[in-house]
């Protein structure tokens, strides 16, 4: 008879917080705290201080709760641990002979109420005890807030901003701007960079000889990035990429993806490729600088050299040169490809994405395809012309 009244409390309990149970993404302080609460393990009076001190370790709480016969009567917390030690109680002793009273709520009181206990109790959380005392689980003002399933997120992104809004990738999945965008992006920067060689061409030809021969190289060979650098911090998609890096951010965090949060994301990311190109220039700077004959002592001060100033000059360009904090509708864009990511990227994304697919949902592909048709557009232009463009530049 005791375990069929048993089954029966149980389900009309169950059957009490079915009925209250909102939909999705609806839980209030007004829900009942049997929706948030979740599973604790129970010691007995007759158990040990040992035994006490062994399940505090794993309490979330910081508390576990004492049963005599099945019935909530008390608790051992970490702070009545530390006094029973610094007392120098017999550890062997009953926790039932060092227990105190700990606050608790009934399941189908409301998230509010609870919060109203730990609050007046100045404790971290409550045991939820059913009307016949039995501890049921465990609630704590973390648990309040909404733990509905969401997406998985990928474990690495990748992206980059282009002239129609933010591209993403996990490697075996992709989002945001199309694959035109991408090829346009391309273009874009064979654009700046070939207006950067013009200028170069320009300030040769009429500073050339006042550089110093033996630093000459170097200045000429930083031109052309920094005029590329000049040139996308005055256009619209240095805002577009401090989206991207933030959404990048938000989505590697596992942070919610909403406008305040992203606003609060870093701009500067260490896989940009700002931080790959400056390490580039670096490079080709300090081993073409010719300050001795021996190339090998040049390659080596090369290497030592950009290994230790290519990141930190990187960030410094990420956050005053290749970004800008972004408007609401570039912020906008970085949104919608971080969505539709993680839809696709729950979807079919989830396994580790093969080399291929990493190759083909990268961006460097197009890019590059966008960039070798501008060069070819404009070796054409100079054949027809007979202008000089600078692409001789690149043969």
């Given at each position: 008879?005791?375990?069929s009244?048993?089954?029966?409390?149980?389900?009309?309990i169950?059957?009490?917080l079915?009925?209250?149970?909102?939909t999705?993404?609806s839980?209030?302080l007004?829900?009942p705290?049997?929706l948030?609460?979740?599973?604790?393990?129970?010691?007995?009076v007759?158990d040990?201080?040992?035994?006490?001190?062994?399940?505090?370790?794993c309490?979330?709480i910081?508390?576990?709760?004492?049963?005599?016969?099945g019935v909530?009567?008390?608790?051992?917390?970490?702070?009545?641990?530390?006094?029973?030690?610094?007392?120098?109680?017999?550890?062997?002793?009953?926790?039932?002979?060092?227990?105190?009273?700990?606050?608790?709520?009934?399941?189908?009181?409301?998230?509010?109420?609870?919060l109203?206990?730990?609050?007046?109790?100045?404790?971290?959380?409550?045991?939820?005890?059913?009307d016949?005392?039995?501890?049921v689980?465990?609630v704590s003002?973390?648990?309040?807030?909404?733990?509905?399933?969401?997406?998985?997120?990928?474990?690495?992104?990748?992206?980059m901003?282009?002239?129609f809004?933010?591209?993403?990738?996990?490697?075996s999945?992709s989002a945001?701007?199309?694959g035109?965008?991408?090829?346009?992006?391309g273009?874009?920067?064979?654009?700046?960079?070939?207006?950067?060689?013009l200028?170069?061409?320009?300030?040769?030809?009429?500073?050339?000889e006042?550089?110093?021969e033996?630093i000459?190289?170097?200045?000429?060979?930083?031109i052309?990035?920094?005029?590329?650098?000049?040139?996308?911090?005055?256009?619209?998609?240095?805002?577009?990429?401090?989206?991207?890096?933030?959404?990048?951010?938000?989505?590697?965090?596992?942070?919610?993806?909403?406008?305040?949060?992203?606003?609060r994301m870093?701009?500067?990311?260490?896989?940009?490729?700002?931080?790959l190109?400056?390490?580039?220039?670096?490079?080709?700077?300090?081993?073409?600088?010719?300050?001795?004959?021996?190339?090998?002592?040049?390659?080596?001060?090369?290497v030592?050299?950009?290994?230790?100033l290519?990141?930190?000059?990187?960030?410094?360009?990420q956050?005053?040169?290749?970004?800008?904090?972004?408007?609401?509708?570039q912020?906008?864009?970085?949104?919608?490809?971080?969505?539709?990511?993680l839809?696709?990227?729950?979807?079919?994304?989830?396994?580790?994405?093969t080399?291929?697919?990493?190759?083909w949902?990268?961006?460097?592909?197009?890019?590059?395809?966008?960039?070798?048709?501008?060069?070819?557009?404009?070796l054409?232009?100079?054949?027809?012309?007979?202008?000089?463009?600078?692409?001789?530049?690149?043969?």
């Open positions: 008879m005791g375990s009244g048993g089954m029966l409390y149980a389900v009309t169950n059957s009490v079915t009925a209250t149970k909102p999705k993404g839980r209030t007004a829900s705290v049997g948030f609460m979740r599973a604790t393990t129970c010691l007995a007759e040990s201080v040992v035994s006490g001190a062994a399940e505090l370790r309490a979330s910081g508390a576990v709760p004492i049963t005599e016969n909530f009567v008390g608790a051992i917390t970490q702070e009545l641990l530390g006094q029973i030690i610094g007392d120098d109680v017999n550890l062997n002793s009953s926790l039932g002979s060092v227990m105190r009273a700990y606050p608790s709520i009934e399941p189908y009181a409301s998230a509010a109420e609870a109203r206990l730990v609050s007046s109790s100045c404790t971290s959380g409550l045991f939820v005890v059913d016949r005392g039995h501890v689980g465990v003002p973390s648990d309040l807030v909404s733990t509905d399933a969401k997406p998985e997120p990928p474990p690495m992104v990748g992206g901003a282009t002239p809004g933010v591209y993403l990738t996990s490697g999945a945001g701007a199309t035109f965008a991408l090829v346009a992006t273009m874009s920067l064979f654009g700046l960079y070939l207006t950067g060689n200028m170069t061409d320009r300030i040769e030809s009429a500073f050339g006042a550089i110093p033996v000459r190289p170097t200045v000429l060979a930083v052309p990035f920094a005029m590329l650098l000049i040139l996308m911090r005055a256009l619209p998609i240095s805002g577009t990429h401090g989206a991207e890096h933030q959404v990048v951010h938000a989505l590697e965090r596992g942070e919610p993806l909403v406008p305040e949060v992203i606003r870093p701009r500067v990311h260490p896989r940009c490729g700002t931080n190109a400056v390490a580039a220039s670096i490079f080709l700077g300090m081993y073409s600088w010719n300050y001795t004959q021996d190339e090998k002592l040049r390659l080596l001060v090369a030592i050299t950009t290994a230790v290519w990141k930190p000059i990187g960030n410094f360009l956050q005053f040169l290749t970004t800008r904090t972004p408007n609401a509708k912020l906008n864009s970085g949104l919608k490809a971080a969505h539709e990511l839809e696709r990227h729950s979807s079919y994304g989830v396994a580790t994405p080399i291929f697919g990493r190759i949902h990268s961006d460097a592909l197009h890019v590059m395809l966008g960039s070798t048709l501008c060069y070819f557009l404009v054409l232009l100079e054949m027809a012309t007979g202008w000089k463009l600078g692409v001789e530049l690149f043969k």
